[in-house]
């Protein structure tokens, strides 16, 4: 179907996301950190990006993006 990437700090999300999806047929990568999930975005390549807004990281993704930390193509 669609490859999706849920980032998450609170792990019974994450299982709870990966479970309902991957029965949905959607293939999905999930993580606890979204500075890793950043990198591994542009190995993926996923169709669509869960992310937790409130995560305690936030600041340390959006610095990143800031900055031209994108792995994804331009």
């Not at 998450?8 to 999806?21: G, S």
């Not at 996923?46 to 993006?65: E, M, R, V």
Request: hydrophobic residues 45%.
């Amino acid at each position: 179907m669609g490859r999706i990437v849920a980032i998450d700090d609170v792990r019974e999300n994450l299982i709870l996301l990966d479970v309902t999806l991957s029965k949905m047929g959607y293939e999905m990568r999930i993580f606890n950190n979204p500075i890793l999930a950043l990198k591994a975005v542009g190995e993926i390549f996923p169709d669509l990006i869960l992310l937790d807004i409130n995560k305690k990281n936030k600041k340390n993704l959006i610095d990143q993006l800031r900055d031209g930390v994108t792995p994804w193509p331009q």
